[in-house]
Structure formats: structure tokens, C-alpha cells
Nanobody
Framework: QVQLQESGGGLAEAGGSLRLSCTAS????????MGWFRQVPGKEREFVAA???????FYAESVKGRFTISRNGAKNAIYLQMNDLKSGDTAVYYC??????????????????WGQGTQVTVSS
């Protein structure tokens, strides 16, 4: 069993920045991938960024150059630094973990556990 806890959401102006954090607790070993997804009402959960246990990173095209995902292995934590925020970034952001290293880092169905989500609102 793994628990994920997100924090750091809130309200930002367009062009501003926010930093999200996600801490995992429980039985986590090598070979995992952690990722950030976002969801707005009426739409499917959308991939944002992911990081593997070896620090390989992956990004959705819509956030490349603006968002940075990073990891602190000692704390089982990942972070999402979001810069140059746009109104289209408004969503609930979820942290997930894939314990089997499926390789399908952008597909929410391959993640085993999720956090409760944190709201990010960008005002234009």
C-alpha cells in the first residue's frame, strides 16, 4: 500500500508560478515512475509530466519549457515547478505512482496509486 499527498496548489495570475509537491509513503522500491496529471470537469485525466526512479523525465508538449519535474529520492517526493502559467493550466493536479515501471508514463491507467489532488487556478 502506498499513500500520496500533494500540496502547493492555489491561485496564480497568468505568467506567474506555483510549485507542487507530492510525498509518497509506504512500500516503494526501485523501478517506479511518479507523475503529475491534471483534470478539469468533464474531461479525462491528462498527462503533465513524469519522472522515473533514475531521474529520466517526460513532459506533455503543452508544458515543455514551462514546467519542471524533479525528485528527492531520500524523501520519496516529487515536485512540479510551474512557470509562465496560462489560464489553460487551471485544473486539479494529481500525483500518481506506477510501481511496475510499465513504461506507459503518460497513461493514467498504468498508475497504481493516486493522491487526492490539489487545485490550481490561473487567472487571466
Amino acid at each position: 500500500q502506498v499513500q500520496l499527498q500533494e500540496s502547493g496548489g492555489g491561485l496564480a495570475e497568468a505568467g506567474g508560478s506555483l510549485r507542487l509537491s507530492c510525498t509518497a509513503s509506504g512500500r516503494i522500491f526501485f523501478g517506479y515512475t511518479m507523475g503529475w496529471f491534471r483534470q478539469v470537469p468533464g474531461k479525462e485525466r491528462e498527462f503533465v509530466a513524469a519522472i522515473k526512479w533514475n531521474d529520466s523525465t517526460f513532459y506533455a508538449e503543452s508544458v515543455k519549457g514551462r514546467f519542471t519535474i524533479s525528485r528527492n529520492g531520500a524523501k520519496n517526493a516529487i515536485y512540479l515547478q510551474m512557470n509562465d502559467l496560462k489560464s489553460g493550466d487551471t485544473a486539479v493536479y494529481y500525483c500518481g505512482i506506477d510501481l511496475s515501471e510499465s513504461g506507459h508514463y503518460s497513461s493514467s491507467g498504468f498508475y497504481d496509486y493516486w493522491g487526492q489532488g490539489t487545485q490550481v487556478t490561473v487567472s487571466s
